[in-house]
T-cell receptor, first 106, second 114 residues
Framework: GENVEQHPSTLSVQEGDSAVIKCTYS??????FPWYKQELGKGPQLIID?????GEKKDQRIAVTLNKTAKHFSLHITETQPEDSAVYFC?????FGAGTRLTVKP | NAGVMQNPRHLVRRRGQEARLRCSPM?????VYWYRQLPEEGLKFMVY????????ESGMPKERFSAEFPKEGPSILRIQQVVRGDSAAYFC????????????FGSGTRLTVV
């Protein structure tokens, strides 16, 4: 978990559109990939995670996909709403990506 | 079932003073992690502790910073002789184990050094 690259750093979408955030990791032995949402003035909150034995996991409007060959995992938010506006972080073995500031315009 | 409790929420210290940040993990969690976050930046790993043991402190500055997680009581992050550059939000997280577990974060301590 030495290096987790997260893109994009900022993302602005119209309400109802989809948003995709991607993280690339370095340790091929990693087997757990979570995503966190941080709202202003609060601590990060786990919103979805995936283990290496599956390629995709969904929870209502959010999903996470994993590509172990390419060593990247992505967060997908569909039908975005203004309350989805926040900073999103991926994490791998205690190291966090730099974050993506998502803005959903009404 | 209380989550991760951090206190104080806000702490103001003058340069040269000591800052003590406390973190009580979620019930049943014996693994604690400390992170530092500057405004508009990401979460920088500082230290990972289990009860009475420091497992990984590779992210902690070698001087002035120390952490502990005693058998009884909360985990403590101590910053001695604070400088203005120490001003940041410090978050604590806990988990039931290392590896395939998500973290539960506290609300953070916002340290301001004046």
């Amino acid at each position: 978990g030495e290096n987790v690259e997260q893109h994009p750093s900022t993302l602005s979408v119209q309400e109802g559109d989809s948003a995709v955030i991607k993280c690339t990791y370095s340790d091929s032995a990693s087997n757990y990939f979570p995503w966190y949402k941080q709202e202003l003035g609060k601590g990060p909150q786990l919103i979805i995670d995936i283990r290496s034995n599956v390629g995709e996991k969904k929870d209502q409007r959010i999903a996470v996909t994993l590509n172990k060959t390419a060593k990247h995992f992505s967060l997908h938010i569909t039908e975005t709403q203004p309350e989805d506006s926040a900073v999103y972080f991926c994490e791998e073995d205690m190291r966090f990506g730099a974050g993506t500031r998502l803005t959903v315009k009404p | 079932n209380a989550g991760v409790m951090q206190n104080p929420r806000h702490l103001v210290r003058r340069r040269g003073q000591e800052a003590r940040l406390r973190c009580s993990p979620m019930k049943g969690h014996s693994h604690v992690y400390w992170y530092r976050q500057l405004p508009e930046e990401g979460l920088k790993f500082m230290v990972y502790l289990q009860k009475e043991n420091i497992i990984d402190e590779s992210g902690m500055p070698k001087e002035r910073f120390s952490a502990e997680f005693p058998k009884e009581g909360p985990s403590i992050l101590r910053i001695q002789q604070v400088v203005r550059g120490d001003s940041a939000a410090y978050f604590c997280a806990s988990s039931p184990g290392r590896g395939a577990y998500g973290y539960t974060f506290g609300s953070g301590t916002r340290l301001t050094v004046v």
